[in-house]
């Protein structure tokens, strides 16, 4: 069972600082492993629109479906999700947002997100490429595509004049892109969502976010990913210490993150594991540390949409990887 910490946001929202998230799950799985997480005690569910968990035909959020199986009150729970990146004019923002709320059959977010610094061409696909299949981007802000800010002020908009989120946010924004939105609203985002776990350490936006009040979520707290990069979950030396401390690897990370004061959301579709990875514990300083040098030593992001099969040509990191592309806002 969980410690029960939870986390408040820069508006007063309180969510549970350990949540479920669905990223990486398939379609067939995600229902029951939903269900699962709320029968077991999860309160927070991190999902998004793009999550190929949440279209199956008809495009029934099938997410919705292990919330309905799960019995437990939609007021009992936080639900997280993202605008996506082919809806960033802010004409389209409300609408994705719209189409969310129904699939997901609530009348409301606790918390919704820009899911991503980056624009894409407009449209139905989600994905829309090019003749070389790469992702196509909609135009820069100086020949009428949307900026950050746009997208970001339309958010804010909705969150005071409606009654569909309770909380906004962004995903992956570096603290050049916090700053941006910041300095042009004078409205700090609630939530920043980030790839997290002791392979990517970010001192430097980490304390921009302290200092903010902007509360970091942690995606891939096991160093999951898609690109096929090391996972800090595999790493002998944290398997030494889970076993040391009788817990299992994933555990010691999700008490690292926790530990800071991040929200974490991990994801397994294995009931044991849904189970254990509730199961959360206070860390020591000493392991705290400990678990720090071996990540500062083997550090690695893995999530860097330039590396995807489907190739986003864009610059949001700053990374060796992305060189050349264009620069994200």
């Known amino acids: 069972m969980s410690l029960g910490r939870t986390v408040k946001l820069n508006n007063g929202v309180v969510i549970p600082q350990v949540g479920y998230g669905t990223w990486q799950a398939a379609p067939g799985e995600v229902e029951k492993a939903v269900e699962e997480a709320i029968k077991v005690g999860y309160r927070h569910i991190d999902c998004a629109l793009v999550y190929r968990s949440f279209s199956i035909p008809l495009r029934v959020f099938i997410v919705a479906t292990?919330?309905?199986?799960?019995?437990?009150?939609?007021?009992?729970?936080?639900?997280?999700?993202?605008?996506?990146?082919?809806?960033?004019?802010?004409?389209?923002?409300?609408?994705?947002?719209?189409?969310?709320?129904?699939?997901?059959?609530?009348?409301?977010?606790?918390?919704?997100?820009?899911?991503?610094?980056?624009?894409?061409?407009?449209?139905?696909?989600?994905?829309?490429?090019?003749?070389?299949?790469?992702?196509?981007?909609?135009?820069?802000?100086?020949?009428?595509?949307?900026?950050?800010?746009?997208?970001?002020?339309?958010?804010?908009?909705?969150?005071?004049?409606?009654?569909?989120?309770?909380?906004?946010?962004?995903?992956?924004?570096?603290?050049?892109?916090?700053?941006?939105?910041?300095?042009?609203?004078?409205?700090?985002?609630?939530?920043?969502?980030?790839?997290?776990?002791?392979?990517?350490?970010?001192?430097?936006?980490?304390?921009?976010?302290?200092?903010?009040?902007?509360?970091?979520?942690?995606?891939?707290?096991?160093?999951?990913?898609?690109?096929?990069?090391?996972?800090?979950?595999?790493?002998?030396?944290?398997?030494?210490?889970?076993?040391?401390?009788g817990k299992s690897p994933a555990q010691v990370l999700i008490a690292w993150v926790a530990k800071q004061g991040f929200v974490v959301i991990p994801k397994s579709v294995t009931p044991a594991r849904i189970k254990s990875n509730f199961e959360d514990f206070e860390l020591s300083d000493a392991d705290l540390e400990e678990i720090n040098k071996i990540g500062l030593a083997n550090q690695v992001r893995s999530n860097i949409p330039f590396e995807y099969e489907t190739s986003w040509p864009v610059d949001i990191f700053g990374t060796p990887e992305e060189k050349g592309q264009v620069k994200a806002f």
């Open 66 to 245: 292990g919330i309905k199986a799960s019995g437990v009150p939609r007021e009992e729970l936080v639900l997280v999700s993202k605008l996506w990146n082919n809806s960033h004019r802010p004409e389209n923002v409300e609408a994705d947002l719209d189409l969310t709320l129904k699939q997901l059959g609530t009348s409301y977010l606790d918390v919704y997100l820009i899911h991503w610094p980056v624009a894409f061409k407009p449209g139905k696909d989600l994905f829309p490429k090019d003749s070389n299949g790469v992702v196509q981007l909609d135009e820069p802000a100086e020949k009428g595509g949307p900026s950050i800010v746009d997208t970001w002020k339309e958010m804010v908009r909705i969150s005071k004049e409606t009654k569909k989120v309770k909380a906004v946010g962004v995903s992956n924004f570096t603290v050049e892109q916090l700053k941006k939105v910041i300095d042009a609203t004078g409205v700090t985002p609630s939530m920043n969502q980030i790839e997290l776990h002791p392979s990517l350490i970010q001192p430097e936006l980490f304390k921009f976010c302290n200092d903010n009040g902007i509360a970091i979520t942690a995606y891939s707290p096991l160093g999951n990913n898609i690109t096929g990069k090391p996972r800090v979950i595999d790493h002998p030396e944290i398997k030494k210490i889970a076993d040391r401390l």
